[in-house]
């Protein structure tokens, strides 16, 4: 997501309040748990529909919605776009025109046909696969609009399963969360044991400090040295300010905006990546196992050297992004990399990579391990649910 987009997502929320039913005086921390900025998608009928709100303050239209007649009026300075909920016709500086597609209201929140949008509102749209997300521009502004399926927010934001996964004739056991990244109750945090670089801490005392439901260990550290000082290896970047830098490796990141919006970034590019607004937390571990649902492991091309990590079967933990936005915390025991990607596209990720192992594999969800690590971790990636 590119800078400013943020003060746009603020603007849209307090203007969804007066214009949409959402409840004004809720608590600072549910606002912004629910300031998620998203479009829907019908792969059953081919079409794409994006919430008014944003792409008319995106566009610089004025926007009304009048509840009782579901009417809405978009404003531009040389069009008058009326659309009603439910209805396939629009009135276009006064002509009728028919609408492949019904806006809707869903959440409190208007959602339009893209086509109608991009058409009307002079928007340049580029679908990105590898985020499932829209990249939208219009004169010198940009965003990144991720895409889920219509009906697939449920009211659990947060599932947990053991499962038997089969790879390569192996049949391996592994933990796994589900987490819906869209889901208006959920945020993600990466953060340090006692919150400072060099410490080291239990997974789930750090979970409990910082209020996750939800937590996994992250990056790799100096868990061998007899220092007080324990070093980690990688970037660490909470709420958007980065708080370890450990360049000069191409270790693979995982990244998440302010929208929530994940991806996983080459250590070489994720400088550019947060100089262009597009992270408010990462973690840097490595190696990369699945680019695009394929397997895309290449160790060594990330820098690693340790054969534990390269060829050993080990306690792995592991992080996948779905192509519908949802985020897979998987830990899973005895496993190689090529076995652990196998497993987390059968988890169904589109894009995964490996976490710290061994001793330091850790996964906890709602006061409990399913994975308790052999040792204090350094840094963890945290889950929260309003």
Same mark, same amino acid.
């Given at each position: 997501?590119?800078?400013?987009?943020?003060?746009?997502?603020?603007?849209?929320?307090?203007?969804?309040?007066?214009?949409?039913?959402?409840?004004?005086?809720?608590?600072?921390?549910?606002?912004?748990?629910?300031?998620?900025?998203?479009?829907?998608?019908?792969?059953?009928?081919?079409?794409?529909?994006?919430?008014?709100?944003?792409?008319?303050?995106?566009?610089?239209?004025?926007?009304?919605?009048?509840?009782?007649?579901?009417?809405?009026?978009?404003?531009?300075?040389?069009?008058?776009?009326?659309?009603?909920?439910?209805?396939?016709?629009?009135?276009?500086?006064?002509?009728?025109?028919?609408?492949?597609?019904?806006?809707?209201?869903?959440?409190?929140?208007?959602?339009?046909?893209?086509?109608?949008?991009?058409?009307?509102?002079?928007?340049?749209?580029?679908?990105?696969?590898?985020?499932?997300?829209?990249?939208?521009?219009?004169?010198?502004?940009?965003?990144?609009?991720?895409?889920?399926?219509?009906?697939?927010?449920?009211?659990?934001?947060?599932?947990?399963?053991?499962?038997?996964?089969?790879?390569?004739?192996?049949?391996?056991?592994?933990?796994?969360?589900?987490?819906?990244?869209?889901?208006?109750?959920?945020?993600?945090? /990466?953060?340090?044991?006692?919150?400072?670089?060099?410490?080291?801490?239990?997974?789930?005392?750090?979970?409990?400090?910082?209020?996750?439901?939800?937590?996994?260990?992250?990056?790799?550290?100096?868990?061998?040295?007899?220092?007080?000082?324990?070093?980690?290896?990688?970037?660490?970047?909470?709420?958007?300010?980065?708080?370890?830098?450990?360049?000069?490796?191409?270790?693979?990141?995982?990244?998440?905006?302010?929208?929530?919006?994940?991806?996983?970034?080459?250590?070489?590019?994720?400088?550019?990546?947060?100089?262009?607004?597009?992270?408010?937390?990462?973690?840097? /571990?490595?190696?990369?196992?699945?680019?695009?649902?394929?397997?895309?492991?290449?160790?060594?091309?990330?820098?690693?050297?340790?054969?534990?990590?390269?060829?050993?079967?080990?306690?792995?933990?592991?992080?996948?992004?779905?192509?519908?936005?949802?985020?897979?915390?998987?830990?899973?025991?005895?496993?190689?990399?090529?076995?652990?990607?196998?497993?987390?596209?059968?988890?169904?990720?589109?894009?995964?990579?490996?976490?710290?192992?061994?001793?330091?594999?850790?996964?906890?969800?709602?006061?409990?391990?399913?994975?308790?690590?052999?040792?204090?971790?350094?840094?963890?990636?945290?889950?929260?649910?309003?």
């Amino acid at each position: 997501m590119k800078k400013g987009l943020k003060t746009l997502l603020a603007i849209t929320l307090a203007a969804g309040m007066m214009t949409t039913g959402l409840t004004p005086g809720t608590t600072g921390q549910a606002a912004a748990a629910s300031a998620k900025t998203f479009g829907y998608s019908n792969p059953s009928a081919g079409r794409t529909y994006v919430p008014v709100r944003v792409l008319s303050d995106f566009a610089g239209a004025k926007v009304r919605w009048n509840a009782s007649t579901k009417r809405i009026d978009l404003t531009t300075s040389d069009k008058k776009i009326i659309l009603h909920a439910g209805a396939k016709v629009a009135y276009i500086n006064g002509s009728t025109v028919k609408l492949d597609a019904a806006p809707f209201v869903d959440r409190n929140v208007t959602y339009v046909p893209l086509g109608l949008a991009a058409q009307q509102l002079g928007l340049q749209l580029k679908w990105d696969g590898s985020t499932s997300s829209m990249h939208v521009t219009h004169g010198e502004k940009e965003m990144d609009l991720p895409i889920i399926k219509r009906g697939s927010l449920t009211s659990k934001p947060v599932r947990y399963k053991q499962q038997v996964f089969y790879v390569g004739g192996k049949a391996l056991r592994a933990n796994v969360i589900t987490v819906q990244l869209m889901h208006p109750r959920v945020s993600l945090d /990466a953060a340090f044991a006692h919150h400072k670089a060099g410490a080291v801490q239990e997974l789930r005392s750090i979970a409990a400090q910082n209020g996750a439901y939800a937590a996994i260990n992250a990056t790799y550290f100096d868990a061998y040295t007899s220092a007080s000082y324990k070093a980690p290896y990688g970037y660490l970047v909470s709420k958007g300010l980065m708080r370890f830098v450990n360049g000069g490796t191409n270790r693979t990141v995982f990244a998440y905006d302010d929208n929530q919006m994940a991806r996983l970034i080459p250590g070489l590019k994720f400088g550019a990546a947060y100089e262009a607004g597009q992270v408010e937390g990462a973690v840097q /571990a490595g190696p990369l196992l699945l680019k695009n649902g394929q397997l895309a492991i290449n160790a060594v091309k990330e820098g690693f050297r340790d054969p534990h990590v390269i060829r050993g079967r080990a306690t792995r933990s592991a992080i996948g992004i779905t192509a519908n936005h949802e985020l897979i915390l998987l830990t899973v025991r005895k496993a190689t990399l090529t076995q652990l990607a196998g497993i987390m596209k059968q988890a169904g990720a589109y894009q995964a990579m490996n976490l710290d192992g061994g001793a330091s594999s850790g996964l906890y969800i709602n006061g409990k391990y399913v994975t308790k690590p052999g040792r204090k971790v350094s840094n963890a990636l945290l889950v929260k649910v309003q």
